[in-house]
């Protein structure tokens, strides 16, 4: 039997893992099947190269609970340990056996999936056990070993015949404030969350298995059952497979893998694949999103090699993307040493320019396969594509490709389609081309139905970011402006070089403003006249477009530097000087029924807008009602 103190740099290495090293007490069972993982996965490449000449078998790992006993094992049939290596990997803190092996093996082991990074994973056994024990046996020649440690310095080594198979078995006796690591129930969540897909099957227990009657059975045969292994794992996820052997339900089958809970189909998926000059893998799925914009449900999640690491992708993965879901498995992520922070880094720029170019090549192969399934599909992934409108430079530059533009008439546009129908009648007469846009077809109705009147049309973009989109692309076309449909009255969206004919001299408009601005007596309106067509409507409420549009950019982050989130709302009320109204309130001469005559059309105009509300719109409801029973 050997006696010694593990080679540490500081006598009380162990309490700074507990309490430092590792924020996550849990993670001990990830770092542990891990290791049992490289295990195996070293064994299988020397038997592949020959240098181990032994049957590698179908291993797998099995991790066993006894509640009586206070223990935790975690079992591999992997490639084991002499006393040397036990002395060399475990004794000897921080020098790490899995970077030896690439290092010595790495012309060959390129893709053998060894997972090991840090050799302090091992020592995150010692956040939960008072005790750790070592059983190991070497795929070479000679006897199995035993080393134990309390979680001191201080340790046995010592040959054993209870291990005659080849294979490493860590026994953890669970220290008393973290006996919850004792209940199935526990264990089952943490393989479920970090272990789901390791690429070596892991057994938790058993399970019954329902034997198949034969054809011949009997009517009331009952099947026979028996137990099974319990293997907890999927190998061989989606992104470990080639697209080319992959089918639609399979992918459908993957998502549902990954998120149980979420019984609504993906609209489409994104496989990702490269070996250089980094390596990623991984599957992106376009959930059903709408206009929503939370992130916090069902995130993308980063593996290496197969094992969880985080759902908190940010840097990785660009912004806009984040309200996608699936995902990525890179073991070029440089991570600090207990996985849980991303390490800023150049290769995790290059990854997430690759993801930016191949979700914008996704989109465009998707529109140019089949338009009319994409036009279906819009309104569910507009909210990613705009964002990264306005996120990210280089997928904006692609953005035309496969951004739509749909109309209140309900037909879809690519820009330079948008553009090209509607430049003859959008130009105003400073060649500026117009577009007219409404953010809610029922209540901006009137508006819109005005606009089309007149030979326009009108897009419906109601997006929660549409401001910032139009912002963007004001900036970036040439002689291009947005104005939304209630911004002005459509003679003043897109002004043209007709002749303006009026009913009414400058003393009779001065009279009318005067009386409105009397009778309204509101700071949100500012009083407007306009000599429009006389069958135009009489009062019409409009929101200046550089207000309001500031205003929403603030309220979805953003707007610059003006602050003018905190704004109060702020009106025109246009007045059509050639209505037939506007001639009634100058010839009326009781000062009272002028009033009654400007507080209805109000009124009338609010209700157009959805702003007449509370007390405001039960008085109207009731002078209306004693208009019709005079």
Not at 60 to 68: F, G, L, N, P, R
Not at 492 to 506: C, Q
Request: charged share 30%; proline share 4%.
């Amino acid at each position: 039997m050997t006696k010694g103190n593990i080679n540490v740099s500081v006598e009380n290495i162990f309490p700074l893992i507990k309490k430092f090293l590792y924020s996550d007490h849990e993670i001990f069972l990830r770092e542990l099947i891990s290791n049992a993982t490289d295990a195996i996965l070293k064994l299988k490449h020397l038997t592949s190269i020959g240098e181990a000449k032994v049957e590698y078998g179908n291993p797998k790992i099995e991790v066993k609970i006894d509640k009586e006993q206070k223990t935790l094992r975690i079992i591999d049939q992997g490639i084991g340990m002499t006393a040397e290596e036990v002395e060399k990997y475990i004794n000897q803190v921080a020098f790490s056996g899995a970077e030896e092996f690439l290092e010595k093996y790495k012309d060959s082991a390129k893709d053998s999936g060894i997972i090991g990074h840090f050799g302090l994973g091992f020592y995150s056994a010692f956040m939960v056990a008072e005790k750790v024990e070592i059983i190991t046996k070497s795929y070479k020649e000679g006897a199995a070993v035993r080393w134990i440690c309390d979680g001191s310095p201080e340790f046995t080594l010592e040959e054993t015949t209870d291990k005659t198979d080849r294979g490493t078995e860590i026994v953890l006796h669970i220290a008393e404030d973290s006996t919850e690591f004792l209940e199935e129930s526990k264990i089952r969540e943490l393989l479920s969350k970090y272990n789901k897909f390791m690429p070596v099957p892991i057994k938790f227990g058993t399970k019954t298995h329902t034997l198949p009657l034969p054809e011949d059975a009997a009517e009331d045969a009952v099947a026979e059952t028996e137990e099974v292994d319990n293997i907890i794992n999927n190998p061989t996820p989606a992104w470990t497979i080639a697209p080319s052997e992959l089918t639609s339900e399979d992918y459908m089958k993957f998502y549902h893998e990954l998120y149980p809970m979420q019984f609504e189909e993906p609209l489409f998926n994104i496989h990702l694949n490269v070996d250089y000059p980094f390596n990623l893998t991984g599957v992106l799925f376009f959930p059903k999103l709408s206009n929503n914009l939370n992130i916090d449900k069902d995130k993308i999640q980063l593996y290496q090699n197969q094992v969880f690491v985080t759902d908190e992708v940010k840097g990785i993965v660009p912004d806009f993307l984040m309200l996608l879901r699936g995902v990525i498995d890179s073991p070029d992520i440089p991570l600090n040493v207990s996985r849980s922070y991303l390490q800023a880094d150049g290769a995790v720029k290059k990854i997430s320019s690759y993801i930016t170019k191949k979700v914008a090549d996704k989109m465009s192969s998707l529109i140019n396969e089949n338009r009319e399934d994409y036009e279906q599909k819009w309104n569910d992934i507009k909210i990613v594509i705009e964002y990264g409108i306005i996120t990210e430079e280089k997928f904006a530059e692609k953005a035309d490709k496969f951004t739509l533009y749909p109309t209140t008439d309900g037909k879809y546009f690519l820009w330079n389609e948008l553009i090209e129908k509607i430049q003859p009648a959008h130009t105003d007469k400073d060649g500026n081309t117009v577009v007219l846009y409404a953010t809610n077809a029922d209540e901006q109705h009137s508006y819109i139905q005005a606009a089309n009147d007149k030979g326009y049309d009108v897009l419906l973009l109601d997006s929660p970011v549409i401001s910032h989109v139009i912002q963007k692309l004001e900036t970036s076309k040439e002689k291009i402006s947005f104005a939304r449909v209630d911004a002005d009255h459509i003679n003043n969206l897109i002004k043209k070089d007709e002749p303006v004919i009026s009913k009414l001299n400058e003393t009779e408009k001065e009279s009318l403003k005067k009386n409105v601005e009397e009778a309204v007596q509101d700071a949100k309106f500012t009083v407007q006249l306009e000599d429009l067509d006389s069958n135009d409507a009489p009062f019409t409420i409009t929101q200046p477009e550089f207000m309001r549009r500031m205003k929403e950019m603030q309220a979805t982050g953003g707007g610059g530097m003006f602050g003018m989130g905190g704004f109060p709302e702020m009106y025109n009320l246009v007045v059509n000087s050639n209505s037939e109204l506007s001639s009634q309130i100058l010839k009326t001469e009781n000062p009272q029924e002028k009033e009654t005559l400007i507080r209805y059309a109000l009124d009338l105009a609010k209700l157009s807008q959805n702003l007449l509300k509370g007390k405001d719109l039960t008085d109207f409801i009731q002078r209306s009602y004693k208009q019709l029973e005079k």
